[in-house]
């Protein structure tokens, strides 16, 4: 019998009973074959391997990171709370030692979901690497953490939660967004005032393969990752760079996906997208649970993968090279923020957020605290298409007092001035998760 | 009248049950080197002075398989695995005529390498030099598309005296299983039809005739002629057998747990709303998990025989046997003379069992009371401990749909069966919240399983509708749809094509199949559909002939 090297646990839920619509890409049978593949290779007898039933997420596990309007129940459904429920627990075999990592082959996915939720943008409504995160440091007391995005879309949802949060380091690589959906996740994009650097976004020009996927890493990621030192890893690992999924452009094969996972060495790996339901998901997926587990995984290779997989063009090699200097340089000096008011003072953006799948348009209103001894208290109005103004406070994990008491203060003002449908109020230093709707 | 017949690991039990009970009952030790006489010995006694020709039915449960796999002796097999793109195939490697052969099938039964038959005939001809003579045929995906099993086994023909291919014997995926299936499939099959042919021989000579059928692992039995092709099914029958009996005795209609307190064992199986639960896989044999069909059993080391042992003032017993215990003639007091000490148990030589006891506990300077009472009490506990994991894990069981997720049951079992040697002891010392129930005649209970177990049997049809093909696996079935055909056809043809099957092979036909899980999904590529992939799981559940309720009930509580 074969044995894992590395344990590893994986958490396997399909949700064959849910889909967005009939024919969209999330649809049932996303992971049917990815199921298939995964029986008939036998991976849940390998000794090493354990398969968990999923959690199911909380109401405070969600609120415990977004901002849900009008609410989180009406903002999600059972497969988004079990979906997210799987990362959790995969978290929980990983953080009480259950097994050397995780993987959490679920769906639907997350990584487009922002800080405030007012319905599905990007097949996503809740983030479930985001929720883990912040489930991760508030029941284990983790502090640092890299979250890397190798989907093949922007993750701009969890860039937009961590935006402000120099602890939790996020690096997106992507196919270029000038050529796909979100469209976002450029050079430029480093993090807000209180975290600058900590965003890091490589956009990779469309048919990236297997050789510009894994210099990225070797020569961009793991640089950053070694001097970031984060007691936790997450990969957000969508499938979608596979040479043959329908919706990108990308040129990236299921051993690339191993190599690229061996390499990081996740304590964590949440499934995102990959919409190649036959020809890319079960031989990915089975790369990445081999090479999490530390076995053999040279024998896995596409069936058509030499008639249709192309080595990289050198212009497009000599790009990638040309992305090195300027996205070490976001980490590494990244030019301080021009905008940024003075230490106690406000910081204000404004958004506006377009929900693809429900056609939901948002406008947000973000106040960040600029603060020295915390991430800042945050407060966020927000009105949609869907519903008229609403709020979210936060007092962020390690608040300081300033902030506290910034937050309570916030809420009072909020509540009084019947602003607002809802105001959704987070003290992530007290355990607070509580609701005020004032009309 | 019905005959069953037990050749376990420690003894070979045999039973009659006519219409009011049982009406014989014989037991001896089996003699392994002569499992053959053990049988005729048994069929011999428990049919002397009865008129045979009143017996409708013989079922027998036989570990020469189980035994043959364990101890190694195989014969030399010719395996043949394609296996396409995945885990190293050298990982799977069983034998010394291993063979593995350029060739591809995908998950949706498309090939995507055809296989090299000139390396099928290289390997053919290292065996045909070394005497091989049987063979095992296993490709990747076979359930989806057996034309690769098919080609590289109608290449041995000439030389084979018998080959088996992987889809034959089981619906499900799991190349791994498949290939140890197959492979001990055709390693145990020359000893297996040697040893039935005898079987079926003795029997004709005393002068039954009545269908004569082989117990299963999953409680559930296969004629004769059915299992000459397909011997790795019969093994590790006997802990089935044993819950089968159970099920005979008492009326169990409630989540419950079932203990069967043996020799060297304590053997765990759990019954949700009074069905014994299968195996979601396959049984585990010699360390390789298998396709073979089982009801769900877990065994701990603790049995009558396993010793006491005291290392720093601590008392622990088994998991090891040390031969038997003193009451029964051995020399190191075991589980069994501890009960008999404490009174719980009167069993054999008890005086034996107290001297056991008292001179363990002097050499150790405790009070031999107190030994006694607390190896009773690390034997109970352990088996506890056992019993919560074993739940724990059932509960905790993967389920695949938000429906299950939301709507899932869980096991709370409310009664407990306990049989075996020491379950009368055992019962009194595991007092607790659950209502404790020791059946009559569970001495005999496995023959009594034997007797009364009813056919098994389960398929699976896959139907791809954008291929244009159904497949019934296991039943050699391979036709052709068209995209009209639905998941009512499909729920239809399994059904007929299983009741068909069965009838032709000699099942009993009385049993109806039904379905267990039926699934469909739309196939869509590139925004188009292409089709339906449509599963249906079918089966006949374990089950009895008939029960001995109104004779096993009530018993001990």
């Known amino acids: ?439 | 009248m019905l005959l069953g017949i037990d050749v376990g690991g420690t003894h070979t039990d045999a039973v009659l049950v006519g219409d009011d009970g049982i009406l014989k009952s014989f037991k001896t030790r089996t003699d392994h080197d002569n499992l053959l006489g053990s049988v005729t010995t048994a069929l011999a006694q428990v049919t002397d002075g009865i008129d045979v020709k009143k017996i409708t039915n013989i079922n027998l449960s036989t570990t020469l398989s189980t035994n043959a796999i364990v101890e190694n002796k195989l014969e030399k097999t010719g395996l043949f695995i394609s296996s396409g793109p995945g885990i190293d195939p050298g990982n799977f490697t069983m034998g010394d005529f291993f063979f593995v052969v350029p060739g591809s099938i995908d998950h949706r039964g498309t090939e995507t390498q055809k296989i090299d038959m000139k390396a099928v005939k290289n390997g053919l001809d290292r065996c045909r030099e070394n005497g091989v003579k049987v063979y095992a045929s296993v490709s990747k995906f076979s359930t989806r598309n057996r034309d690769h099993e098919e080609q590289m086994a109608g290449a041995a023909e000439g030389q084979a005296d018998f080959v088996t291919s992987g889809y034959s014997l089981s619906s499900s995926l799991s190349f791994p299983r498949r290939v140890a299936t197959a492979y001990y499939n055709s390693a145990v099959w020359r000893i297996y039809n040697s040893f039935t042919d005898a079987v079926v021989k003795g029997i004709t000579q005393i002068g039954i005739n009545a269908p004569v059928n082989i117990l299963k692992a999953d409680g559930g039995t296969m004629p004769v002629a059915v299992s000459r092709a397909i011997p790795v099914e019969s093994i590790l029958s006997g802990p089935a057998a044993s819950i089968m009996g159970i099920i005979a005795l008492c009326s169990i209609d409630r989540d419950s747990v079932i203990l069967d307190i043996g020799g060297t064992t304590t053997d765990i199986a759990i019954f949700a709303s009074g069905a014994p639960l299968i195996e979601r896989e396959g049984i585990k044999l010699g360390g390789s998990p298998t396709l073979v069909r089982s009801l769900q059993n877990r065994s701990i080391g603790i049995g009558g025989d396993s010793v006491i042992r005291v290392s720093d003032g601590r008392v622990t017993v088994g998991p090891e046997r040390k031969g038997p215990c003193m009451a029964d003639g051995g020399d190191q007091p075991a589980f069994l003379d501890a009960l008999n000490f404490t009174g719980t148990a009167d069993f054999g030589d008890t005086a034996r069992s107290a001297d056991g006891i008292k001179q363990l506990a002097a050499s150790e300077k405790i009070k031999p009371e107190l030994l006694a009472q607390q190896a009773l009490e690390y034997a109970v506990t352990a088996i506890r401990r056992a019993v919560d994991a074993m739940l724990a894990e059932i509960n905790s069981k993967p389920v695949y749909t938000i429906h299950e997720m939301i709507e899932g049951k869980k096991i709370v079992p409310e009664k407990l069966y306990i049989i075996g040697g020491p379950a009368r002891a055992v019962a009194k010392a595991m007092t607790g919240a659950l209502e404790i129930t020791v059946p009559e005649h569970f001495e005999v209970a496995n023959a009594i399983g034997a007797a009364l177990a009813r056919t098994t049997f389960e398929t699976e049809l896959f139907t791809d509708t954008g291929k244009g093909v159904m497949t019934m696996p296991n039943l050699g079935i391979e036709e052709r749809v068209d995209r009209r055909y639905s998941v009512e056809d499909a729920k239809h043809d399994a059904l007929i094509h299983m009741a068909e099957f069965m009838k032709k092979s000699g099942y009993d036909s009385s049993v109806k199949p039904e379905l267990v899980e039926v699934s469909a999904f739309r196939i869509i590529s590139d925004y188009g559909s292409s089709g339906c992939d449509i599963r249906v799981r079918c089966q006949v559940r374990p089950g009895l002939i008939k029960n001995l309720h109104a004779r096993g009930k009530g018993g001990t509580k």
């Open chain 1, 1 to 439: 019998m074969i044995r894992a090297e590395k344990s590893l646990g994986l958490i396997f839920f399909p949700a064959y009973d849910w889909a967005i619509s009939p024919t969209h890409p999330e649809r049932e049978e996303r992971l049917l074959y990815t199921q298939d593949q995964l029986r008939e290779e036998g991976i849940f007898d390998i000794e090493g391997i354990t398969e968990f039933k999923p959690d199911i997420a909380t109401e405070e596990d969600v609120m415990r990171l977004h901002f849900c309007f009008p609410d989180v129940a009406s903002v999600t459904t059972e497969s988004h709370m079990i979906s997210a429920g799987g990362a959790l627990r995969a978290a929980r075999a990983v953080m009480e030692g259950e097994v050397k990592s995780a993987f959490a082959l679920v769906r639907p996915p997350g990584h487009h979901s922002m800080k405030c939720v007012h319905g599905n943008r990007g097949f996503c409504n809740i983030n479930n690497e985001a929720i883990m995160v912040e489930y991760i440091r508030e029941k284990y007391g983790k502090r640092k953490i890299a979250i890397v995005d190798t989907d093949c879309h922007h993750g701009d949802g969890t860039q937009d939660i961590y935006w402000h949060d120099p602890d939790v380091l996020f690096i997106s690589l992507h196919q270029d967004g000038r050529t796909l959906y979100p469209g976002s996740g450029h050079l430029r994009e480093l993090g807000g005032p209180n975290a600058r650097g900590k965003t890091i976004n490589i956009p990779l020009p469309p048919n990236t393969s297997e050789e510009g996927f894994i210099y990225t890493i070797d020569s961009m990621v793991l640089p950053i990752l070694e001097h970031f030192k984060p007691e936790v890893i997450v990969n957000s690992a969508g499938q979608d760079n596979h040479y043959t999924d329908p919706i990108t452009n990308m040129n990236f094969t299921a051993h690339g996906y191993a190599l690229l996972n061996e390499k990081l060495s996740p304590h964590i790996a949440v499934l995102e997208g990959g919409y190649s339901v036959q020809g890319a998901l079960p031989y990915v997926n089975l790369g990445i649970v081999l090479a999490m587990a530390g076995i053999d995984y040279s024998h896995v290779k596409e069936p058509d993968y030499d008639t249709n997989y192309s080595p990289q063009d050198d212009d497009i090699t000599e790009y990638i090279e040309k992305l090195r200097e300027p996205v070490l340089a976001n980490y590494f000096s990244p030019k301080p923020d021009t905008d940024r008011p003075a230490t106690g003072q406000y910081y204000t953006r404004y958004k506006n957020i377009y929900y693809d799948t429900d056609g939901i348009q948002e406008s947000q209103t973000e106040h960040v605290m600029m603060c020295n001894d915390c991430r800042g208290v945050i407060m966020i109005e927000s009105s949609s298409s869907v519903n008229p103004p609403c709020a979210g406070i936060e007092i962020p994990v390690f608040g300081c007092k300033r902030c506290q008491a910034e937050g309570y203060r916030m809420l009072k003002e909020a509540v009084a001035s019947k602003n607002f449908l809802t105001v959704q109020f987070t003290d992530r230093v007290n355990k607070i998760y509580e609701r005020h709707n004032s009309r």
